[in-house]
C-alpha cells in the first residue's frame, strides 16, 4: 500500500532517499571477538547505535555518511565506518557533544566495502555538514572515490544495493 508516496522509476520517493548503515567496521567483523575484544571501547554499547569505537590491535573508528547523489536531487546514504588516527579519536571524543562539533574535519579510511564500487581501505575527508548528524565524506585523493561522490548517479544503482 503507497499511502499517497510518489512512485518513481519502480521505487517509493523514499525509497530513493535512505541510508544503509554498517553495523561494524569490515576488519572488525573479520576479527575473532569482533567488536567484543578485551579493551574494547565504544560510544554505545549496541554496536548499530555507537559512532565511535576503538578496537585494540585494529583502529580507532568514527561512523560517518557517505552519500551518493541520485538524479533527480535525490541521495542515498551509506552509514560508514572510516578508520581514524588515535590522536583524531581522542580529538572527536572532546568535541562530539559540543559546539566545536559543527567545525570538525577528520581524514581516515574507509573501513567497509562499499559496492557496486568496490570501494575499501580508500583515504576519505570527512566534515560535519549537519551538527544533527555524524561527519559526512566529503572528498578523497582516490579518484574513484571521489568519482563516487561528486557523480550523478542513475536510479538503477539502487538495484545492486542492499
Known amino acids: 500500500m503507497m499511502f499517497g508516496r510518489k512512485r518513481m522509476c519502480g521505487e517509493t520517493m523514499a525509497g530513493h532517499d535512505r541510508d544503509v548503515r554498517f553495523r561494524l567496521p569490515d576488519p572488525v567483523l573479520e576479527s575473532p571477538e ?43 546514504r551509506f552509514g560508514v565506518w572510516v578508520a581514524i588516527h588515535p590522536n583524531d579519536l581522542q580529538h572527536a571524543c572532546r568535541v562530539w557533544n559540543a559546539p566545536e562539533y559543527a567545525n570538525l574535519k577528520l581524514t581516515g579510511y574507509l573501513a567497509n566495502r562499499i559496492e557496486p564500487w568496490g570501494l575499501f581501505a580508500v583515504p576519505v575527508n570527512l566534515a560535519v555538514l549537519n551538527v544533527d548528524q555524524t561527519p559526512y565524506c566529503v572528498s578523497s585523493p582516490n579518484e574513484e572515490l571521489d568519482d563516487v561522490l561528486t557523480r550523478v548517479w542513475p536510479h538503477d544503482i539502487l538495484a545492486s544495493l542492499p
Request: proline share 12%; aromatic share 6%.
Open 34 to 76: 569482533q567488536h567484543r575484544a578485551e579493551d574494547s571501547w565504544l560510544s554505545d554499547p549496541d554496536p548499530n547505535k555507537a559512532t565511535l569505537m576503538q578496537i585494540p590491535n585494529i583502529s580507532p573508528f568514527v561512523r560517518a555518511l557517505l552519500p551518493i547523489k541520485l538524479q533527480g536531487g535525490h541521495e542515498f
